[in-house]
């Protein structure tokens, strides 16, 4: 009886950390699920979904790439802190409509 009970909290637990994970990264999720491949060079294309944070970002600023990636981490990431290491890499365009 204490192991159905302990098994039903644990898949009780999960539930609702999945659930909370994916409520608090819904539109990121989204996003990421709207990655597909454009064409054979390769280009990929996606819809970002939510609110970037553009605004604020004029407002703060930024001195370095290392203050973009440090704003977009924090904003993408709900605060969690993380080091990517990709300050100086990449190549990104937007096209909006």
Do not use: H
């Not at 600023?61 to 300050?87: P, W």
């Amino acid at each position: 009886m204490k192991i159905k009970r302990l098994s039903i909290s644990i898949l009780l637990v999960f539930t609702v950390l999945f659930m909370v994970v994916a409520a608090l990264f819904f539109n990121e999720i989204r996003t990421l699920a709207s990655l597909e491949k454009a064409d054979e060079y390769p280009m990929y294309q996606m819809t970002y979904y939510g609110d970037y944070g553009f605004d604020e970002f004029l407002k703060i600023g930024a001195k370095s790439d290392n203050d973009i990636e440090k704003f977009v981490t924090k904003r993408l990431l709900k605060g969690m802190s993380i080091d990517l290491g990709v300050t100086g890499d990449g190549c990104t365009a937007f096209v909006t409509r």
